[in-house]
């Protein structure tokens, strides 16, 4: 593919070292970014790398009432050898097209995607912060475009790329949440849209989300839409347990994001030679393995914070709580230090998961 390059001639102050602690999540944006066009006629075209820019579209464009949109989230890090690394970015290129085929939205061929986002990533290399933790965080999304009201796949569709340099998720040390079990909001049901990653599964969970923030707790544990009684994600997260010393993830049914961090982490305690299920796990199942002293930890995995142990869940004033609440669990530990080690560059990468740029 050709990448037309037009740089930037007002480039923006990066952040210096002692900034990048207070960057946060997805607040601040590099200097460019990846715009292509789509239409059936001519395909994906245009290909090029602009300054950071507004896009135009036309006010009835699909994405803005119809919610036609799906987008992906992977970073780029500097590694201990000073190179810049990605991980596994072919695999969101291929959830991405899951997601568009869900969507009624155009494939991207995968090479594509990746060769645009190693081409945004290397014009940008300045952008990576620097301290440990940090990244530039990829968002790679594609909207409906055009000028049409009916309730049916759009004429043009745009594919952009942008980049935040984001902070260390845990500047002190992985951080327990507190998780409130939501029984009456779901964030998607079987046949929906839930395992493909659109705009409107995020709207449909901020409410759940605003409930559970306002009760004092800091994310959602999604139940099933049809029984409302199997686990699906935390906050937008996949979920794991440790249940009698097994690691446990509900199985992908097709409202469940298939997460690459989920997938990586399931490949790592096999090779630790944990057993590993993938199965329904029912709520109440978590409350009789507490009592019975056979659910030790619970953690989220994603992207931006890779693992996010989970301290206390509280279902219909029920609590579970592990130790003091705040205690990371020893499996919880493991699998972000080996994963990040890979990452980071400081553990071998069996896999062959890393690229570096
Ligand atoms: N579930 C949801 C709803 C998400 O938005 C994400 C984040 O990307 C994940 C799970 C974790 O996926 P991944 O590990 O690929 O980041
Ligand atoms: C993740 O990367 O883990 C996420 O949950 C992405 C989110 C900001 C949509």
Redesign the pocket.
């Known amino acids: 593919m050709e990448i037309k390059i037009t740089k930037t001639t007002a480039p923006k102050t990066k952040p210096t070292l002692e900034q990048e602690k207070s960057l946060g999540f997805g607040k601040v944006f590099s200097d460019h970014m990846f715009v292509m066009e789509y239409t059936e006629k001519d395909g994906w075209h245009d290909a090029r790398i602009q300054p950071y820019q507004p896009l135009s579209i036309d006010p009835a464009s699909p994405v803005l009432h119809y919610g036609q949109e799906i987008f ?3 970073k780029a890090y500097r590694r201990v050898d000073g190179s810049i690394g990605m991980f596994r970015p072919e ?2 290129a291929m ?1 991405m097209n899951r997601s568009a085929e869900r969507m009624c939205m155009p494939q991207i061929p995968v090479e594509m995607q990746v060769e645009a986002m190693k081409a945004l990533v290397d014009l940008e290399r300045d952008w990576v912060p620097h301290s440990e933790g940090t990244s530039l965080y990829l968002r790679p999304t594609m909207i409906a475009d055009g000028s049409t009201l009916g309730v049916h796949a759009a004429p043009r569709y745009i594919y952009f790329i942008i980049c935040a340099p984001s902070g260390a998720y845990y500047a002190n040390g992985l951080a327990p949440v507190r998780i409130y079990i939501e029984d009456a909001y779901v ?1 998607a049901v079987e046949g929906g849209t ?1 395992e493909a ?1 659109c705009g409107g ?2 709207a449909a ?1 901020m409410k759940g989300a605003f409930v559970a923030e306002e009760k004092g707790y800091d994310q959602v544990l999604w139940l099933d839409g049809r029984h409302n009684r199997y686990i699906e ?1 935390v ?4 979920v794991m347990f440790v249940l009698d010393g097994k690691l446990v993830t509900p199985k992908l049914h097709g409202s ?9 982490i399931l490949e790592l305690a096999r090779d630790m030679g944990m057993e590993v299920e993938e199965r329904q796990v029912d709520v109440q199942e978590l409350f009789d393995a507490y009592k019975a002293g056979k659910f030790s930890e619970a953690f ?5 914070a890779v693992v996010s142990p989970i301290g206390e869940f509280c279902y219909k004033n029920e609590v579970i709580k592990f130790g003091d609440g705040h205690t990371i669990g020893t499996i919880s530990q493991k699998m972000y230090d080996t994963l990040t080690g890979i990452q980071w560059g400081k553990l071998p990468d069996p896999h062959g998961w890393t690229c570096t740029l």
Do not use: C, D, F, Q
């Not at 469940?256 to 990586?264: A, E, Q, V």
């Not at 989220?300 to 931006?304: F, L, N, P, S, V």
């Open positions: 992906e989230g992977l695999e969101n959830r964030r839930g990653k599964n995020y969970s994600e906050g937008a997260m996949n469940i994001l298939p997460g690459i961090t989920r997938k990586s989220g995995t994603g992207t931006a």
